[in-house]
């Protein structure tokens, strides 16, 4: 499944840098895999942090000086097709701000009961 993600970046030639984070002992593996799909600019596979956000901040920290945007995909859902991730990135023009509040993903099928 992870290879579905890769291949749908690494096909975008808008896509410069590639920073795939995981798990430390998935490292060698997603370095393997990225290599044989990313043809073209950088590519870099991280170990990932204790949390999501720490996760994002490690692969944020690895990026380049000289990236000015940045989208952050999450592999729990890497059926990702191009045309999702150049709609993704529209809203990020000069003079936009930069990051927006995450939002969770999180869903309840039922609701949640209330305290009374």
Same mark, same amino acid.
């Given at each position: 499944?992870?290879?579905?993600?890769?291949?749908?970046?690494?096909?975008?030639?808008?896509?410069?840098?590639?920073?795939?984070?995981?798990?430390?002992?998935?490292?060698?593996?997603?370095?393997?895999?990225?290599?044989?799909?990313?043809?073209?600019?950088?590519?870099?596979?991280?170990?990932? /942090?204790?949390? !999501?956000?720490?996760?994002? @901040?490690?692969?944020?920290?690895?990026? #380049?000086?000289?990236? +000015? %945007?940045?989208?952050?995909?999450?592999?729990?859902?890497?059926?990702?097709?191009?045309a999702d991730v150049r709609d993704g990135m529209r809203p990020v023009r000069? /003079?936009?701000? !930069?990051?927006?509040?995450? @939002?969770?993903?999180?869903?309840?099928? #039922?609701?949640?009961? +209330? %305290?009374?």
């Amino acid at each position: 499944m992870a290879g579905w993600s890769i291949d749908a970046f690494a096909s975008m030639a808008e896509i410069a840098e590639l920073v795939i984070v995981t798990e430390a002992e998935h490292i060698e593996a997603m370095q393997h895999l990225a290599d044989e799909r990313v043809v073209h600019g950088r590519v870099t596979v991280v170990r990932g /942090g204790a949390t !999501r956000q720490a996760s994002v @901040r490690a692969g944020l920290d690895t990026l #380049s000086e000289d990236v +000015t %945007a940045v989208l952050v995909h999450d592999g729990a859902r890497p059926l990702v097709r191009t045309a999702d991730v150049r709609d993704g990135m529209r809203p990020v023009r000069p /003079g936009m701000p !930069r990051s927006w509040p995450c @939002r969770s993903s999180t869903r309840s099928r #039922s609701p949640v009961p +209330t %305290a009374r």
